[in-house]
Every structure is written in C-alpha cells, then in structure tokens.
Nanobody
Framework: QVQLVESGGGLVQAGGSLRLSCAAS????????MGWFRQAPGKEREFVAA????????YYADSVKGRFTISRDNAKNTVYLQMNSLKPEDTAVYYC????????????????????WGQGTQVTVSS
C-alpha cells in the first residue's frame, strides 16, 4: 500500500507560480515512478507529468511542457511539481499518483497505469 498526501495548492494570478508537494509513505519511495494528474470541473482526469524512480527521466503533457517541472527527493519521500507561467486553463484539482508494481520502473503516462492516488489539491488561476 502507498499513501500519498498533496499540498501547496492555492489561488494565484495568471503568470504566477506555485509548487505542489506530494509526500509518500508505505513503500520504498525510490522503488517506483511518480506522476501528477489534474481534473478540471466537468472534464476527465488528465496526465500532467511523470518522473522515473531515480529522477533521471521525466515526461510532460504538451500543455505544460516548458512551464511545469516535476522533480523528486528520494531522501524525503517527496515528489514536487513546480508550476510557472500559470494560465487560467491550468485551474484544476491536482493529484499525485503512484503506479502499479508492473509500471514502477518506467515513466507511466496513462491513468490506468496508476494504482494509488492522493486526495488532491486545488489550484485556481485567476485571469
């Protein structure tokens, strides 16, 4: 079992920045990849970014590439999402997720490859 707790959401003006954190427990953190997803009202949950177990490989959705950065600190069992140049369309609940053991060593980018989810943190970007 993996427990995930996100923090760092809030209200920010367009063009601003936020850093989300996700603290993990319950399994050796450095054994698996991590991902961030988001869900806006009335829309499906979508992939944002993923990072492999070591932090050496990352992948981003086209909509956030160049603005968001995913990173991890295995000593602190924490994954981060630095969000810069925020836009109103980035408004959503952001979730961190841990993949199934079968996907743990890759950089999974698909919803069904993730088994464990945090409770989510709201990010609101005003225009």
């Amino acid at each position: 079992q993996v427990q995930l707790v996100e923090s760092g959401g809030g209200l920010v003006q367009a063009g601003g920045s936020l850093r989300l954190s996700c603290a993990a427990s319950g399994r050796t953190f450095s054994d698996y990849a991590m991902g961030w997803f988001r869900q806006a009202p009335g829309k499906e949950r979508e992939f944002v970014a993923a990072i492999n177990w070591s932090g050496g490989s990352t992948y981003y959705a086209d909509s956030v590439k160049g603005r968001f950065t995913i990173s991890r600190d295995n000593a602190k069992n924490t994954v981060y999402l630095q969000m810069n140049s925020l836009k109103p369309e980035d408004t959503a609940v952001y979730y961190c997720a841990a993949p199934s053991p079968a996907e743990a060593m890759g950089v999974p980018r698909v919803l069904y490859e993730y088994d464990y989810w945090g409770q989510g943190t709201q990010v609101t970007v005003s225009s």
